[in-house]
């Protein structure tokens, strides 16, 4: 089991950035890969962006350039840094443990989101 915890969300104006965090607990080391997803109301679940453990980084088009994945692997803590925000940007947030192999397969279960709201 894992826990996760994100972090870091808020109210904020287009074209202004914000960092969430993600901070893992558990047992971590059956995946080499972590990976941020949103859910902007009555729409699915979308992968944002991915960074694994070999290196391989993923980012949807909506968000390449402006936004960047990390990860503080002694503090176990996942970081989306967000720029240039857009009122599309809107959503819940979750981060997800998984596994890379040419693509991003999610495999934790998820955090409670921390959501982000852009006003136009």
């Known amino acids: 089991q894992v826990q996760l915890v994100e972090s870091g969300g808020g109210l904020v104006q287009t074209g202004t950035s914000l960092r969430l965090s993600c901070a893992a607990t558990g047992s971590l080391q059956s995946f080499n890969a972590w990976a941020w997803y949103r859910q902007a109301p009555e729409q699915q679940r979308e992968l944002v962006a991915s960074?694994?453990?070999?290196?391989?980084?993923y980012y949807a088009p909506s968000v390449k350039g402006r936004f960047t994945i990390s990860r503080d692997n002694a503090k176990n803590t996942l970081y989306l840094e967000m720029t240039s925000l857009k009122p599309e940007d809107t959503g819940a947030y979750y981060c997800?443990?998984?596994?890379?192999?040419?693509?991003?397969?999610?495999?934790?279960?998820w955090g409670q989101g921390t959501q982000v709201t852009v006003s136009s």
């Open positions: 960074i694994a453990t070999v290196g391989d980084m």
């Open positions: 997800s443990g998984g596994w890379y192999n040419h693509k991003y397969y999610p495999l934790s279960n």
